[in-house]
């Protein structure tokens, strides 16, 4: 019992097996590898963008603009490699950097300026959204190469009882790994813990807050340009609004996955395990006919649920806490 009041992932993956069993039973299409293949291709783009999100939430920080950078650095694959014929791997490193410059910016607007973070990404997100929108004329680009399309589509495999899988999917697992190790086994994920933790004790401690702030902005807009251009190789096109809602998916899985809001704690597993969460609710939605405006009620009553259920994780692990440090003396006397 305590083991699970401690453990971040405890409840997005009591979460996960509740949702995961609900559908299972109810909709015979769900539980099939090639349904579930396919929600991990779709949700790939956003575990990406989650894995770096994860991290600003660690330091402290929000980010609401994810989205339009991700749409942003679509368009700007698109108008250079679709409209301007540029070669289409230099405008997909084009398109990252977008995203870098994007997410850079929002680093040191927080950090440089003391704006809030909630104000400088609303900031960011209207302005790269809008950007998106005049740089296409507010229609789809098209036109790639038959290579940079076929990405989209290529498989990996054979695995065993699983099949051929998807290639953005080995892709998104394979940064989920990188952020893991990054977080749980480097100095900079130890210091990004303790910015958000305590940050003026990290600065008295001689760590440079600042450049572990704008390094956690800058990798997650590194990362939704990636996003971006996996979105794009996907669906064959670059829409201005692509990565609509990733904003509000992304947090929700993050919060689900047992990072805290206030900040100093939070788990790149729980992160994948909450998008797996969004992933097969959608999906179960659908699959049952749910209209999309009650999905949406669905997942804004999922995010409420789970910071609702760490905020009792947080009381009950304090309360054990408080117990134990009240038996200590008295052990100690005895």
């Keep these: 019992m305590r083991s699970l009041i401690r453990a971040k992932e405890s409840v997005v993956l009591l979460m996960f097996i509740v949702v995961f069993a609900a559908f299972a039973v109810t909709t015979d299409r769900f539980a099939s590898v090639d349904n579930l293949l396919n929600i991990a291709r779709q949700y790939s783009e956003l575990a990406v963008v989650a894995v770096g999100l994860t991290m600003i939430i660690i330091t402290g920080g929000i980010d609401i603009s994810v989205g339009s950078i991700v749409g942003l650095s679509s368009i700007t694959l698109g108008v250079l490699a ?36 909630i104000v400088a990404t609303l900031a960011m997100m209207s302005a790269a959204r809008g950007l998106a929108f005049v740089l296409s004329g507010a229609r789809s680009l098209a036109d790639f190469p038959d290579s940079f399309v076929g990405l989209g589509q290529t498989e990996v495999g054979p695995v065993p009882f699983i099949g051929y899988i998807p290639l953005s999917v080995c892709l998104a697992l394979l940064l989920a790994v990188c952020g893991f190790v990054l977080l749980r086994f480097t100095s900079l994920g130890r ?18 807050v600042v ?46 996955g047992g990072s805290s809001l206030r900040g100093g704690e939070g788990s790149i597993i729980g992160t994948m395990i909450g998008v797996a969460v969004m992933g097969i609710l959608r999906n179960g939605l659908n699959l049952r006919g749910v209209p999309n405006t009650w999905q949406v009620l669905f997942l804004g009553a999922m995010l409420i649920l789970a910071v609702l259920a760490d905020n009792l994780r947080v009381w009950m692990r304090s309360r054990l806490e408080s117990r134990q440090q009240a038996l200590e003396p008295s052990k100690a006397e005895a």
């Design 82 to 117: 679709g409209q301007m014929h540029m070669n289409v791997w230099a405008a997909c490193a084009a398109a990252m950097a977008v995203g870098l410059l994007c997410g850079t910016l929002n680093g040191l607007v927080i950090t440089k300026l003391g704006v809030q973070p």
């Design 191 to 208: 210091m990004i813990h303790a910015v958000g933790f305590s940050e003026e004790a990290t600065r008295l401690s001689g760590i440079g």
């Design 211 to 256: 450049k572990v702030k704008v390094f956690a902005y800058s990798l997650t807009g590194l990362l939704c340009g990636l996003g971006g251009i996996m979105m794009t190789a996907r669906v064959a096109s670059s829409v201005p609004d692509a990565g609509n809602g990733f904003e509000f998916e992304a947090i929700t899985a993050v919060v689900m």
